[in-house]
Nanobody
Framework: QVQLVESGGGLVQAGGSLRLSCAAS????????MAWFRQAPGKEREFVAH????????YYADSVKGRFTISRDNAKNTGYLQMNSLKPEDTAVYYC?????????????????WGQGTQVTVSS
């Protein structure tokens, strides 16, 4: 099993940037693909970005493509989500999730491991 803890959320003005971190412990981090999801008030949790186990391939939701970058440092057991050009509609609780599959999976229901979430608020 792997345990995940997110950090780096906060309040930022529209057009600003934030970098989220996801620290992993337990089983070897490189055994898992990693994804970021987000959930805004009153909405379902939605896929944001995915990165494969060694970081060789990434995939993004259309809503964040070109603005967000997912990355990972397996030596540090940490994943990241760099968020630039933030918009008020990016406001949500952001979660990292881990998956043992080698496939790019965007369905939140297939992920077994989740962090507790970190709040991102973008003011207009």
């Amino acid at each position: 099993q792997v345990q995940l803890v997110e950090s780096g959320g906060g309040l930022v003005q529209a057009g600003g940037s934030l970098r989220l971190s996801c620290a992993a412990s337990g089983r070897t981090f490189s055994s898992y693909a990693m994804a970021w999801f987000r959930q805004a008030p009153g909405k379902e949790r939605e896929f944001v970005a995915h990165i494969t186990r060694r970081g060789g391939s990434t995939y993004y939701a259309d809503s964040v493509k070109g603005r967000f970058t997912i990355s990972r440092d397996n030596a540090k057991n940490t994943g990241y989500l760099q968020m630039n050009s933030l918009k008020p509609e990016d406001t949500a609780v952001y979660y990292c999730a881990a998956d043992e599959s080698q496939l790019v999976r965007t369905d939140r229901r297939v992920y077994d491991y989740w962090g507790q979430g970190t709040q991102v608020t973008v003011s207009s």
